[in-house]
């Protein structure tokens, strides 16, 4: 009986300088909290019975948050690749390429297609939203370099022939809703920035005056997209040669009458 008191004391007082707590009738102590490492190389015990290296020169190991951040950096590079090939066909063969072709450009198997575009009409969207985003940052990007306005809109007219802006087409096929108010955002921030651009060079008298932001859109979509279905290897270096002549025909003095009416943004949203 004295021993058993003296075994139920001595763990009552390790409990007490070590924070662990004796089971009544039982003789077993159980540990519920930390030691404090004092930074000189010792080992650390939690209260789970782990031991973690805390000493000098050793990293600790990867927390359960940065090893979930890698696979969602993965998705979202998987995911960025795979609008970057959708992109690139759409311009190519148009908006009815096979998903599977795209799928396989973008180097990636069709689960993790499908699992972030569900269907065309996913992807035509996202493809669709990210060449507007990056459109009207060109243009933005444009107006900062160059304090000449038509510079400015040439370099933006180079630009986005660069973000195979050809892949606009689609907005106007229907092939998906072109109403969404994500894409209505976008397409109200390119038409106002192309519109700046336009305007400023009309205003310094160095772009012609029977020209509208509509006409500088649809010659950015025809000279940036090839007759789908085809089979044009290297067409994209007659580009932005196509494109410059197009710029000289805008500049100021005219050398000729154009036929019809300027194209205006409410023409386009008509057609």
Known sequence: MRVAVETVAKGAAQAAVTGNTAQPGTGRVTRTDTDTDTGTGSVTRTGTGRVAEAAAGKSAAPTASCRAARPRADALRNRERIVSAARELFVEFGPDVALD????????????????FPDRAALTHEVVLAVTSRTTLRAEEAVAAESDPFAALSRFVHAAADERI????????????????????ERDRLEEAVAGLVSRAQSAGRLRTDIAVGDVLVALSQLTRPLPGIACQGIDRFTHRHLQLFLDGLETPARSELPGSAATLEDLRRS
């Open 101 to 116: 072709d795209v799928a396989r450009r973008a180097g990636v198997g069709n689960a993790t297609l499908y699992r972030n």
């Open 166 to 185: 050809g892949a606009l087409c689609p907005m106007i096929s229907g092939v998906f809703d072109k109403d969404h108010p994500d894409l209505l955002a």
